[in-house]
């Protein structure tokens, strides 16, 4: 087994399984990092939190509905505005975001009362919006406030509202992972089958994991009704919290993040009998198998081949343009969860960079043999990496550029790397044909805008760099 060790960790034996670096002709059975367990102690890990993961992707999305933290008033922040997770309403969901601002006196005696409070004041501060979610924190959950009896008791004198409690407290789980997974749970059970389907076409799906990250959402879905299809619900993108009721009324689950969401799509298909299609959104030839698969299943392989054929005339010859000029460049993959497999090997093909390192902060075992199998001999790939990790990798590997979220960007900056968004984008979408050509373009001017060039200078160790390195790449 090639496991990587890093100097960094080796005070830390256990962190060895973690990571592996890809050999030639390996497979699988010899170069899969652990996945999905507990943090080590010790290490310092860059996941997030079983309430974050239900609230903060999965939640809040949600364009029409009030989204509340019940606990300190801390928490809410982080979960709120960072992913830039948009919608058709005037980002409602975007403007405002609530928090109980638990104190101590409401852990010694009790948070009910100030929750109900809470809940009413937001309804009335909202006259139009009828729909809310509450979230349960570590503090709200310590204490055992009964959230969902405090629900029913509002509801009870606001008869036309509608309230979905979600107890998903930070330590619900080994990493945000947990809380995608609770929500999941939570939302089928308790409100899928509460509003009946508007069914206003022959073939209806349901679009699912995806949170519309700066358009994603969209870009899909204007492809699905092009092709004739009725979006029933998108879960949780754009989504809107009564049609996301009416989920048990479509055809097929159409699941984009499998990491996130499938959980719902193998509950809907228990319940309901309804099948799940995986598809993936990102990159010409995965997204234009994807458009067909869902055709097949409903018969529409003409329709699908027409917005292909349109899409692919109009895209590729600009991809092509930065396939040319990104050819070599040199790329960490170090998202989250599943964009890992998602991008590992299309980026390669399609866009020619290198992909040299991959890793997950909290994929499970299956999202890294997915992205292992898909990266190229040599690539270093780690399971929950720690911050001194990713500064010996860059350090050690030499990217171009790194895609991966703001703070592991900011520790890149100060490397003098240069860092994409991988979590909230540059200038996404990054989904569909035009999406992946903006994609390409954010790379290939992380990689060679000479603002950049100058960035990565460092002027204080050596003044006359200025005239060295500037200009002087491709
Ligand atoms: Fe799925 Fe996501 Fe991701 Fe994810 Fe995320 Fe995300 Fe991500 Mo940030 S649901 S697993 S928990 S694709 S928020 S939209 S970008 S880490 S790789």
């Known amino acids: 087994m090639p496991h990587h060790e890093f100097e960094c960790s080796s005070c830390i034996p256990e962190r060895k399984s973690h990571a592996v670096v890809k050999g030639e002709g390996e497979d699988l059975t010899s170069c899969l990092p652990e996945g999905h367990l507990l943090t080590i102690p010790g290490t310092i890990s860059e996941r997030g939190c079983a309430y974050c993961g239900a609230k903060h992707v999965i939640g809040t999305p ?3 509905a009030i989204h509340m933290s019940h606990g300190p008033v801390g928490c809410t922040y982080d979960t709120w505005h960072t992913k830039r997770y948009i ?15 638990m104190k101590e006196s409401h852990v010694v005696f009790g948070g009910g009362d100030l929750l109900k409070k809470n809940i009413i004041e937001a309804f009335k501060a909202h006259p139009t919006i009828n729909r809310m979610t509450v979230y349960q924190t570590c503090a709200s959950a310590l204490i055992g406030d009964d959230m969902e009896a405090i629900a029913r008791d509002v509801l009870k004198e606001m008869p036309d509202k509608d309230i979905f409690v979600c107890n998903s407290p930070g330590f619900a789980g080994p990493s945000q992972s947990g809380g995608h997974h609770k929500i999941n749970i939570a939302w089928i ?6 509003v009946e389907p508007k069914i206003t076409s022959d073939y209806v799906i349901n679009y699912v994991g995806d949170y519309n990250i700066q358009g994603d959402c969209e870009i899909m879905c204007d492809y699905f009704k092009r092709m004739g ?13 009564d049609e996301l009721r009416s989920m048990h009324g479509a055809h097929l689950n159409v699941l984009e993040c499998a990491r996130s969401a499938e959980y719902i799509c193998n509950e809907l298909r228990v319940k309901y009998g309804i099948p799940r299609l995986d598809i993936d959104g990102f990159g010409f030839e995965p997204l234009s198998d994807s458009l067909m698969k869902v055709a097949r299943f409903f018969g529409l392989e003409d329709r699908a081949q027409a917005i292909i054929d349109e899409e692919t005339a109009r895209w590729k010859p600009e991809l092509d343009w930065y396939k040319k000029r990104l050819t070599g460049v040199k790329v960490c993959l170090w998202p989250g969860g599943s964009k890992l497999w998602h991008w590992a090997n299309v980026i390669h093909e399609e866009m020619g960079v290198e992909v040299v390192s991959l890793y997950t902060k909290f994929g499970h075992q299956g999202d890294m043999e997915k992205g292992v199998a898909r990266a190229q001999p040599g690539t270093l790939a780690i399971d929950d990496p720690n911050e001194l990790e990713g500064i010996e990798a860059m350090d050690k590997l030499k990217p171009d550029v790194i895609f991966t979220g703001m703070r592991p960007g900011e520790v890149a900056k100060k490397r003098r790397v240069q860092y994409l968004n991988a979590h909230a984008y540059h200038n996404g979408p990054y989904k569909g044909y035009e999406g992946w050509v903006r994609f390409a373009r954010d790379i290939y001017n992380a990689a060679f805008s000479p603002i950049h060039q100058l960035s990565g200078i460092d002027i204080s160790r050596d003044p006359i760099a200025t005239d060295k390195g500037f200009m002087t790449r491709k």
Do not use: C, P, R, W
């Not at 299809?229 to 919290?241: A, D, E, K, M, P």
């Open 62 to 64: 949600m364009k029409d």
């Open 229 to 241: 299809i009725q979006v029933l619900s998108s879960f949780t993108g754009n989504g809107s919290y």
């Open 189 to 194: 059970h308790e409100k899928v089958g509460t």
């Open 87 to 101: 919608s058709d309403n005037d980002n409602f969901q975007l403007k405002y975001t609530y928090a109980t601002d």
